[in-house]
């Protein structure tokens, strides 16, 4: 007979043996998935026997692991602000980091909200979705926000999402470059564009660059480059309102570099800087 408490130890080692370093909670979202239990299950009934055909499967997945697959696109979800969201190598994986953005934007969408108005919000490069549909939940008083890819497959994906939590009237999803499929001007714009360098792929983990979506990691040598010019065309469009608020996460050496465009092109605004649970630069807030 092959428990829980088996299956769960064997895969551990096995992950370790690779220098996952989340060998153990790796294997226990694995398993959690295969047996479609939660993990608090492996603690109340480690000696619960394991068919032979979900041990098989466990062992499969193991071993994509060992390669270097990320648990995210190997279960199929990902949690992000407290909400389940499908992704799969179509779309990058939401990042905590990326949390800082969503509340941010939700201070500002409460600020905007007058008994008279609602603001009208968008986000660009939305990916999964995960950035728009929080907010839709969040703000049940907002009747709609724009979400915008250039990429069909993450618009695909984001569908899901948005059936998944009961917002696809709601959230409108544009496909094009940037700003370009935006109808109307906005008071709330938010942007997780691709801010890594080319020159910084060394450095990324070896999952991340193997598996997640390079349109939607690189821009540029150093990074920079859809952030400049998504910052020059949000100025010359004429989309963004008397008052609006910019909320974009960079990479953790581009404050200065986009502080000064940032200042170039409105010079009144007020830009201030977030770090993240690390510590690093990560999200930049623009009020015009």
């Known amino acids: 007979m092959t428990t829980i408490k088996d299956v769960l130890a064997q895969g551990t080692q096995q992950l370790a043996e690779a220098d996952?370093?989340?060998?153990?909670?790796?294997?226990?979202?694995?398993?959690?998935?295969?047996?479609?239990?939660?993990?608090?299950?492996?603690?109340?009934?480690p000696e619960r026997e394991v068919p032979s055909n979900q041990v098989a499967q466990f062992f499969q997945l193991i071993e994509r692991r060992r390669q270097g697959e990320p648990v995210a696109y190997l279960v199929g979800h990902k949690e992000f602000y407290g909400l389940d969201f499908v992704v799969d190598p179509r779309v990058l994986i939401p990042?905590?980091?990326?949390?800082?953005?969503?509340?941010?934007?939700?201070?500002?969408?409460?600020?905007?909200?007058?008994?008279?108005?609602?603001?009208?919000?968008?986000?660009?490069?939305?990916?999964?979705?995960?950035?728009?549909?929080?907010?839709?939940?969040e703000v049940p008083r907002l009747p709609y926000l724009y979400a915008c890819d250039i990429s069909p497959d993450a618009l695909a994906v984001a569908r899901l999402n948005c059936q998944r939590h009961h917002v696809e009237n709601r959230v409108r999803l544009l496909q094009g470059d940037l700003l370009a499929p935006l109808p109307e001007p906005v008071d709330i714009l938010t942007a997780n564009l691709p801010y890594v360098g080319t020159e910084e792929?060394?450095?990324?983990?070896?999952?991340?660059?193997?598996?997640?979506?390079?349109?939607?990691?690189?821009?540029?040598?150093?990074?920079?480059?859809?952030?400049?010019?998504?910052?020059?065309?949000?100025?010359?469009?004429?989309?963004?309102k008397p008052g609006a608020v910019l909320l974009l996460e960079i990479g953790y050496q581009q404050r200065e570099p986009l502080t000064r465009l940032l200042l170039e092109l409105w010079p009144q605004s007020t830009v201030t800087c977030m770090k993240d649970y690390a510590g690093w630069d990560r999200l930049i807030q623009v009020v015009l």
């Open 20 to 45: 996952l370093q989340s060998a153990r909670l790796d294997a226990q979202v694995l398993l959690a998935h295969v047996l479609g239990v939660e993990r608090s299950t492996f603690y109340a009934y």
């Open 95 to 137: 990042r905590p980091e990326t949390e800082l953005l969503v509340e941010a934007a939700l201070t500002q969408i409460q600020r905007k909200i007058t008994a008279t108005s609602l603001p009208v919000v968008a986000d660009i490069g939305t990916g999964s979705g995960a950035i728009p549909i929080t907010l839709a939940v």
């Open 201 to 240: 792929m060394h450095a990324l983990a070896p999952d991340v660059h193997a598996y997640e979506p390079h349109l939607a990691l690189f821009s540029g040598p150093h990074g920079l480059a859809l952030l400049e010019r998504f910052c020059r065309e949000a100025k010359q469009s004429g989309l963004l």
